[in-house]
């Protein structure tokens, strides 16, 4: 049934997509690695929740916080400790590494908490409904677009009025050049990681939201979405990355109206078999952009 | 100059893929002598994850690229195979859906698990050719999309697999010296792969693609070849590990196991088949090292809420380490030889084990990364 | 300013400099000539940081500079436009230059030196909202040129600027190092034309497969050296003029 609600809820989903596309592009456009650690940051962020709602009396805008800075302040650690002495070898190394980044974080967090789901009490907010347009819209799906609208705006605002921002641009264009004019590789790359981190502990607030519970292995399907939503978007594109987002939104959307549902359990192999399609024959994305830039693979 | 017999030679300058099968000869001996199962066990075990390592070995190694796709094969030969050895009565059991037409097939359990590996080929071998043209990052995420995908239909698919439910029933043929045999046929298969003309034109390739496109070297086509064949042992692997283990569900092919087999790679060091079994044979002790330890401190309640995971949280960081400090692993790109017949050395293969050293210290020199020949744009 | 010792590098696995040893004065607009594969674009990227030569020294301002990163050197003060522009294609005109006054001080100021560099390249000005990757080859090398420029280098190096550019494009190009020299800056040039090349510099080098063949004056090179010869690969020439 199409209808306001599922607007909304498609709109949102959308909205998490296309943050969660967002935090895996921006390093792979400078660095041409696709970060496998990047799930675990929106894990991190969900046992941040755990531990903060579990056991401090702290309010929730806070908890959501420091869920927020505590996967930025995990994606720089990864990116020091793992990724910079890496970085001059090789693209694969690079990959393996993140693999490897993946796996830790995650048996990490079995060792250091439990291999059990673990319930996140979730603001009262997260379960009210607003009654717009004849439609009960969940006040979460609300919030999920109006943050997820201003995220979009501050990196924005970020990458197109500060130098800093600017040269991340640049740095995704041409690294090599970015540095002979005196930009510090480090600084652009750990500013990649750390905007890597705030979308990703953005989204777990509201991934967390959905399910109001985080196990280990809660990373995997974020990671999924964020692949096929980039690769959607033509995987150099900062804009294409959120128009995949939102477009990845509407199909899984309405192929769970129209599919029925033996074919409803194949839906990712099908998103996956797209993104290989995409990879063979249009590279550069389903979403046209204004410049032609040379492509790799 | 020595009178020297052509056999003789044959074997001076291959005598890798030999110490490598009195290497793992020798494990065999001693874990049948032992008679500790739980030892048997461990290395039966081993035995098909080097068969997996050495399939990824065959592919990675001589290809440069990071496949992910190939646990993927390991599940498919696995049910495959056991769709082949099932007797009728318990297929149906097991997988009650199944389709009528797969009921009555019942092989012996050689001909069973070839044919597991044969059907994983066949799937890569159709799959995996417009891929093969993609490097870099894009050739990594359709392999990993294509891990993604076979998962989804393994776990989906009811009525071949039994869908996300564990399949039960699987007879128990693989003993510790089948699985030791097959590790051993892997090992020539893939060294002999490496050392043929397909092996090298792939390495070719691997090192400088557009030199070896000028030479006419069809990288496509190598690639896809070394692809199926790593396919093929993925699946003879998983035929073998699903006949020992005797049941199983779609989960144990997917990220866990990929990570496992790659660590064990890496370790040894990807370049080399002699890589490929020490770093299986390192890791493997190291692994079960450490559950043991595991295992311990949970039944004696150390920690009141158990420890778990711990033996992977250590592996990673051994992972990341190696690919700090020694990224081409143990071996780095070295196989394991014998110098010791008499006079006659190497000389050809120490020529080229200089050259390639050489060649890893100057990259060193001069950053690797920046030195790219491409011009405007950057890899 | 700029002071070379017998520098040897390699690019990948070939010896791709020999002792090589040049000398740039403050003021100076100095020309390194030669064929493609003479090993010109591999000095610049030596003296740039991008290569580490595996001998002999580099000193700027009698500062060694042999082992720092292309960014220290840069603050340095030697700005490198490389052979194929390397403007950024998804950044405006504008954004382009601001980013090439990264490592000034006052980085806020870049406004000033903007309105600067569109009175010298007015196409520039017209373009300044426009993306790098729209701009036609000539404006992109302008923009390659200020962008350099905007970081108020003291030593400005320029690899091959007039490759690929149309007759007309090409005497504007010389024409404007010309006018750079004029005006103060210290330019190491590197190109293969050499007759516009000889018309402009105080002096150039000649650089054959890796070693420096001959220098001087304009005057003196264009009198000794078997330019020709050099350019048509003549091997019994070579042969015979060991020294």
Not at chain 1, 265 to 270: C, P, V
Not at chain 3, 29 to 55: D, E, F
Not at chain 3, 156 to 175: K, R, Y
């Amino acid at each position: 049934m199409i209808n306001f609600e599922f607007i909304v809820n498609t709109l949102s989903l959308g909205s998490l997509y296309a943050m969660l596309a967002l935090g895996l592009v921006i390093i792979y456009g400078i660095l041409r690695l696709v970060n496998f650690a990047y799930g675990e940051l929106v894990m991190i962020g969900g046992y941040t929740l755990y531990l903060l709602t579990g056991f401090t009396p702290l309010p929730w805008v806070a908890i959501a916080l420091f869920a927020v800075l505590v996967s930025m302040f995990t994606s720089l650690g990864t990116e020091l400790v793992a990724f910079r002495p890496v970085r001059e070898k090789s693209l694969t190394a690079m990959l393996i590494t993140s693999f490897a980044v993946s796996t830790l974080l995650q048996n990490g967090a079995l060792l250091i908490i439990s291999p059990r789901a673990r319930a996140v009490r979730l603001p009262q907010i997260f379960s009210e409904s607003v009654r717009i347009a004849g439609a009960d819209v969940p006040w979460r799906n609300i919030l999920t677009i109006v943050v997820s609208l201003v995220m979009l705006g501050l990196l924005s605002l970020l990458l197109r009025r500060t130098t800093l921002g600017i040269a991340l641009r640049a740095a995704a264009d041409n690294f090599r050049m970015t540095r002979m004019l005196g930009v510090p590789a480090n600084t652009v790359i750990s500013t990649a990681f750390a905007i890597s981190g705030i979308m990703a502990g953005v989204v777990s607030i509201f991934w967390i939201g959905r399910s109001a519970s985080v196990t280990p292995t809660i990373g995997l399907p974020p990671l999924l979405v964020a692949f096929v939503a980039t690769v959607i978007g033509g995987m150099r594109s900062l804009v294409g990355a959120v128009v995949g987002g939102y477009v990845y939104a509407i199909i899984i959307s309405l192929l769970g109206v129209f599919l029925p549902q033996t074919l409803l359990d194949f839906r990712e192999a099908f998103m996956f078999g797209i993104v290989i399609l995409i990879l063979l024959f249009r590279p550069e994305g389903l979403i046209r952009s204004k410049t032609s830039v040379e492509r790799i693979g | 100059m020595n009178r020297t017999f052509p056999a003789r030679t044959l074997v001076q300058r291959n005598t890798t893929p030999i110490l490598l099968a009195a290497l793992l000869l020798f494990i065999t001996i001693v874990a049948e002598m032992l008679g500790i199962n739980l030892i048997v066990r461990i290395v039966t075990v081993m035995f098909t994850s080097l068969i997996l390592v050495l399939g990824l070995q065959l592919f990675m190694g001589n290809s440069g690229i990071l496949s992910f796709a190939h646990i993927g094969f390991m599940g498919i030969g696995a049910y495959a195979s056991v769709l082949f050895s099932m007797t009728p009565q318990a297929k149906q059991l097991s997988i009650p859906s199944l389709y009528p037409l797969l009921v009555p097939i019942h092989l012996p359990f050689w001909a069973a698990v070839l044919m597991g590996a044969l059907v994983a080929a066949l799937v890569a071998a159709v799959v995996s050719y417009p891929l093969m043209r993609l490097s870099d990052a894009a050739a990594v995420i359709t392999t990993f999309a294509l891990l993604v995908i076979i998962h989804v239909i393994l776990v989906h698919w009811d009525r071949i697999t039994n869908g996300p439910r564990t399949l039960f029933g699987v007879d128990n043929y693989t003993d510790l010296w089948t699985s030791a045999l097959v590790s051993m046929l892997a090992i020539f298969l893939v060294y002999f792969f490496k050392e043929s003309r397909v092996g090298l034109r792939l390495r070719a390739t691997r090192d400088d693609a557009y030199a070896a496109a000028s030479i006419g070297i069809n990288m496509v086509s190598m690639r896809w070849l070394a692809f199926t064949a790593s396919a093929f042992l993925a699946g003879l692997g998983g035929g073998l590990w699903a006949h020992f283990i005797t049941s199983f569900s779609p989960y144990a092919f997917y990220l866990t196991e990929t990570f496992v087999i790659l660590a064990m790679l890496v370790v040894g060091g990807p370049y080399s088949v002699s890589g490929a079994v020490v770093g299986t044979l390192v890791v493997t002790a190291v692994r079960e090292g450490l559950r043991g330890i595991e295992n311990y401190l949970n039944i004696a309640q150390v920690f009141p809420q158990g420890v778990y995971g711990f033996t992977e949280v250590v592996l990673s960081i051994a992972l990341i380490l190696i690919l700090i400090y020694r990224p081409s692993g143990i071996m780095g790109s070295r196989e394991l030889r014998w110098t010791g017949f008499g006079r006659m050395k190497n000389a050809p293969e120490e020529a080229l084990q200089a050259a390639e050293d050489a060649k890893e210290t100057s990259a060193k020199g001069t950053s690797a990364k920046e030195t790219s020949a491409k011009g405007a744009s950057h890899v | 300013m700029l002071v070379l010792k017998e520098v040897h590098a390699r690019y990948g696995a070939i010896t791709a400099l020999r002792g090589v040893s040049i000398e740039v004065k403050e003021g100076e607009l100095v020309a390194l000539l030669g064929v493609n594969g003479a090993g010109k674009s591999t000095l610049l990227g030596t003296i740039a940081g991008i290569l580490r030569p595996w001998q002999g020294s580099i000193h700027f301002q009698n500062q060694a500079i042999v082992g720092k990163t292309p960014e220290q050197i840069t603050r340095l003060g030697i700005a490198l436009v490389p052979e194929g522009r390397d403007i950024f294609p998804s950044l405006t005109t504008e954004e382009n230059l601001r980013l090439g006054a990264f490592t000034r001080k006052d980085r806020s100021e870049y406004r000033r030196d903007l309105e600067e560099m569109f009175s010298l390249f007015p196409v520039l000005g017209e373009r300044r909202g426009q993306l790098g990757g729209t701009l036609s080859g000539g404006e992109q090398q302008q923009l390659a040129i200020a962008r350099a420029l905007m970081s108020h280098p003291k030593l400005l190096m320029l690899d091959e600027p007039s490759l690929g550019l149309a007759p007309a494009l090409v005497d504007q190009i010389f024409e404007l190092v010309a006018r750079l020299h004029r005006s103060g800056v210290t330019i190491l040039l590197v190109e293969q034309n050499v007759d516009r090349s000889l018309a402009i510099v105080d002096r150039a080098y000649l650089l054959n497969t890796g070693s420096i063949e001959m220098s001087g004056t304009p005057a003196v090179l264009r009198t000794h050296a078997d330019i020709e010869g050099i350019y048509m690969g003549d091997r019994r020439r070579n042969l015979s003029a060991e020294r």
